[in-house]
């Protein structure tokens, strides 16, 4: 099949949030089964050329939105996987600092006309390049307008006529909602401004209309595509999910082994296997170090890695932490950044409990692999999760997740069980400080009291594998049923 892929993120290009770990990985694994992937996403400016070896492909490309033409210019490379990638140049709309917000975490107010437009060039590009997409796969709201526009402006497109849809809901807290004012450029017709398809109280909803106009619809594990089916999960979407039937379905990611498996990982100060933990002790000691925590192997070590919003449930974790520190003998290892007072409220526990948390606020990778490698525990205490990558990275890592059973969380972690010493991890259900409290202390006292249930708990959780093998070929499922559903149109 050939497959075009339409994002706002890419690892190793740009990246918020585990979107782009996806879009990083999922292509290659879908060449590996024999298709012809590309990858269509803004160059930002922080996309840097030379480091990149971007290449100037196509210049000038024109864009017809509803009322206008835009221009832009298409720059190419490929990513490890040789796969390529193409990114959109329009200096009116990526060529600023922030891929969605300001540095106050405000929104940018032309968010609707930037990403309508990233949609609307990538399927230009596909025209212009004559690729004769069977797929074009957008991931988020960001990209959602896409199966929109194959259906309203492309029907009849020799190269994108074809072409069946598939829109990936990464997290429905997004939905891109917007005022009606931008709707003209848009390009979506009057008559499509309608509560089923893109209006939504007054305004325009970006992902409820690529829902409607998707052949298929998926989100990125069965336990949310299920939750998401329900009032309480789905923001209001809930109806428009239904509608879809067996075409809304729900595809676990895959991880990227070769990035996130202690083996092999060279950003973390020693290297250690299912087989020889040494060097996870060294990575223990190095974080304990590093974060200015008491450096002593026998005090359990929990780290979290995370964006600080509410999704996350960190404001939750926030009425357990001090209890946790004061009543037990553990330590907390915390990056992370977003939210204004939560980076707050994280940013000052180390001077409140010196030696016993530690944290940085602002994003680093090789900070998140240093905590995923020397913490003993991963803790995601979500509201929700689509899917949740950290917490099966902590797998590989042998650092035991503590998470709220919501989710993929759900669907990758499995609980421990005193009895017998089974399980992978610790999970709770209420979303309350006193679930978290006593789930975090139920690790810690495993840590202290069954010492060989947790040996056996790590080695089961390292040898577990999310393979991206598998997820593409659920998606190849996916796209061939998408394929049907176009066709009986
Ligand atoms: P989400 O996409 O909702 O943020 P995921 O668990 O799917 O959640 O993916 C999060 C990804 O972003 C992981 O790869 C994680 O390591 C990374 N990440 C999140 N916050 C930070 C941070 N402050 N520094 C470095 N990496 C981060
Ligand atoms: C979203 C979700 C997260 C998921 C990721 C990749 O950002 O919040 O749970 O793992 O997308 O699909």
């Known amino acids: 099949m050939k497959i075009a892929m339409i994002s706002s993120e890419c690892v190793p290009f740009a990246k918020s949030g585990g979107l782009a770990d996806v879009v990083g990985a999922l ?46 210019a298409v720059h190419s490379t490929t990513n490890e996987d040789d796969v390529p990638i193409y990114f959109i140049e329009s200096n009116k709309y990526f060529n600023r600092e922030g891929l969605y917000h300001d540095t106050e975490f405000n929104d940018f107010l032309d968010n609707p006309r930037r990403f309508g437009f990233l949609a609307q060039a990538a399927l230009q590009f596909c025209r212009d390049i004559r690729f004769y997409p069977d797929i074009i796969h957008a991931h988020d709201w960001q990209a959602a307008l896409a199966p929109a526009y194959l259906k309203i402006w492309h029907w009849n497109d020799p190269v994108l006529g074809e072409a069946a849809s598939v829109l990936t809901i990464h997290n429905i807290g997004y939905q891109g909602v917007y005022d009606a004012q931008d709707y003209n450029y848009l390009g979506l017709q009057v008559g499509n401004f309608t509560s089923d398809k893109f209006e939504d109280h007054g305004r325009i909803n970006f992902l409820k209309g690529g829902i409607y106009y998707a052949d298929l619809v998926n989100t990125v594990s069965p336990t949310y595509a299920d939750e998401t089916c329900t009032p309480k999960y789905a923001q209001g979407l809930a109806p428009y999910l239904n509608n879809k039937g067996e075409n809304y379905i729900g595809i676990l990611n895959g991880i990227d082994y070769t990035q996130w498996n202690p083996a092999v990982d060279t950003l973390i100060p020693a290297r250690y296997t299912v087989d020889d933990l040494a060097g996870k002790a060294v990575c223990k000691r190095e974080l304990q170090q590093r974060f200015g925590l008491e450096v002593d192997p026998a005090i359990p070590l929990v780290g979290l890695v995370s964006r600080m919003v509410d999704q996350k449930g960190l404001d939750v974790l926030a009425d357990a932490i001090e209890g946790i520190v004061e009543d037990m003998h553990v330590q907390f290892a915390v990056l992370g950044s977003g939210n204004k007072w939560l980076e707050r409220f994280y940013g000052d526990l180390p001077q409140r409990y010196p030696g016993k948390i530690g944290s940085y606020v602002g994003y680093s990778n090789e900070l998140a692999h240093w905590i995923e490698a020397g913490a003993d525990f991963f803790i995601m205490p979500s509201r929700y999760e689509p899917c949740g990558l950290n917490q099966i990275y902590s797998l590989k890592y042998g650092t035991l997740p503590i998470v709220r059973a919501t989710g993929g969380l759900d669907d990758t972690v499995q609980q421990y069980d005193e009895a017998d010493g089974s399980g992978t991890g610790f999970k709770f259900w209420e979303p309350s400080p006193q679930a978290i409290y006593f789930t975090v202390g139920w690790a810690v006292s495993t840590y202290y009291d069954r010492p060989t249930h947790l040996q056996q708990m790590i080695t ?6 999310f393979s991206w093998e598998e997820s593409a070929r659920s998606y190849e499922a996916a796209y061939l049923q998408a394929i049907m559903n176009k066709q009986l149109l």
């Open 460 to 465: 089961r959780a390292m040898k577990e594998r």
């Open 27 to 72: 292509p290659g694994a879908l060449k590996s089964l024999g298709h012809d992937v590309i990858v269509i996403m803004p160059k930002y400016r922080e996309i840097e050329i030379a480091e990149h070896n971007l290449q100037l492909y196509l210049s000038p490309m024109g864009v017809w939105m509803g009322d206008s033409v835009e221009w832009c």
